[in-house]
Nanobody, 120 residues
Framework: QVQLVESGGGLVQAGGSLRLSCAAS???????????MGWYCQHPGKQRELVAT???????NYADSVQGRFTISRDNAKNTVYLEMKSLKPEDTAVYYC???????????WGQGTQVTVSS
């Protein structure tokens, strides 16, 4: 089982930037079998939705709403995924969750979430 711990959320004014980090830990086998890692957000009263994902070899996928403003990256040596968030908007306010998915089994793990609040 993979454990994911997010950090870097907070309060920022519209137009500002934040950087989220998510560190994965667990058994060597569970870490090595992680393929996709990503970020999802959940607005109050709504379902969790995709923000961005990145594969082990660096292929990325973004939600249309963040394309060009957010950048996902990954350091496999540190088992860490990052989300660089720029030009933040009030509608980006949400709880952001880190996710990992194992190749083969597709087993998923989730972090505890980190709050991002963008004031207008």
């Amino acid at each position: 089982q993979v454990q994911l711990v997010e950090s870097g959320g907070g309060l920022v004014q519209a137009g500002g930037s934040l950087r989220l980090s998510c560190a994965a830990s667990g058994s060597i086998f569970s870490i090595l079998t992680i393929n996709d890692m990503g970020w999802y957000c959940q607005h109050p009263g709504k379902q969790r939705e995709l923000v961005a994902t990145i594969t082990r070899d660096g292929r990325t996928n973004y939600a249309d709403s963040v394309q060009g403003r957010f950048t996902i990256s990954r350091d496999n040596a540190k088992n860490t995924v990052y989300l660089e968030m720029k030009s933040l908007k009030p509608e980006d306010t949400a709880v952001y969750y880190c996710n990992s998915r194992a190749r083969g089994t597709g087993n998923e793990s989730w972090g505890q979430g980190t709050q991002v609040t963008v004031s207008s």
